[in-house]
């Protein structure tokens, strides 16, 4: 079958993840995938890196999918400027934060999958909510292109908002946490680099250690004994309120998410 043309809009964080995912389940071929960026360092620095060309504006796009790798804050100047380059054979792909399908269909009347993976896509391991105003597995891009980059699961798009908040930001919130020990391990005697070296070990080893029939409750309560140094530790968490802390921030990216929906919504 032949390989689906994609064209990846914007090449930071996320559009080079995505790209350094399908490439590494490609053979490194760059042949299918079309590259744009309006950053010209960046730009630049893509073009060494991959040996591949990056433009700053699209042509006429008549099939494949358009992946949206841009900041919400300039994707309706993109949707505007670009609406009528895009045919409507064309699958959008989005994972813009607070974009609904709804808004992008006022502009276009493509097929619309919303995504929101995190960073993992990179490396193959992501976790990709999906939601989509089709039926079926249009192009096969879900079977052939998401999969290939990690776990896919559709969900409702009213959920979205609490998604990005815990998977698509996911990441950000253990690497606070690391962050704060290693900052812990240094303040209490390790050297910076120890400390950074101890702390990196055991988050590499987690994963080893998690199952999926295993709740994470559970696997607390495996490092914990009675009167021990974790009980003590989780003991200061709870008096420290840990739960509302962490409640407090899932909530508050939660309506950020809302939010920025309001003001795509108000442009
Ligand atoms: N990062 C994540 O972990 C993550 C996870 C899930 C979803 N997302 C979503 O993914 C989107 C991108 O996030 P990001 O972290 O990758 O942002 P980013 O690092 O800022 O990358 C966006 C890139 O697109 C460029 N750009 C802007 N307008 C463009 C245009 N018209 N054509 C081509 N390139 C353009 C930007 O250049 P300038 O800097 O010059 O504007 C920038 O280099 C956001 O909407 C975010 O909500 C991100």
Sequence with gaps: MKELNIHIIGLGNLGKAFLNGFLNTNSSDFKNYFCYETNIQLAKQIENNYN??????????????????????????????????????????????????????????NKVI???????????????????????????????????????????????????????????????????LVKVGSELGLSEENSELVVKELVKSLPGLISDNESFSALVSKVKSPKGTTEAGLNSLELDSFDKIIYNAINKATNRSIEISKELESE
């Excluded at 993992?120 to 999969?147: A, S």
């Excluded at 979205?160 to 962050?179: H, K, N, R, V």
């Design 114 to 180: 919303r995504v929101m993976p995190n960073l993992l896509i990179e490396n193959n391991n992501g976790f990709i909510p999906y939601t989509k105003n089709y039926e079926g597995d249009y192009l096969n891009f879900i079977e052939k292109n998401l999969q290939k980059l990690g776990t896919v699961k559709e969900f409702d798009e009213s959920i979205f908002p609490l998604i990005t908040a815990l998977s698509g930001s996911g990441p950000a919130w253990f690497y606070e946490l690391s962050s704060q």
């Design 52 to 109: 591949i060309e990056v433009k700053t504006d699209i042509d006429i796009i008549d099939s494949g999918i358009l992946l949206l790798c841009i900041k919400p804050q300039v994707v309706n100047e993109f949707l505007q400027s670009n609406k009528s380059k895009v045919r409507e054979d064309v699958l959008i792909c989005s994972p813009v934060a607070g974009l609904s399908i709804d808004h992008i269909s006022r502009t276009l009347s």
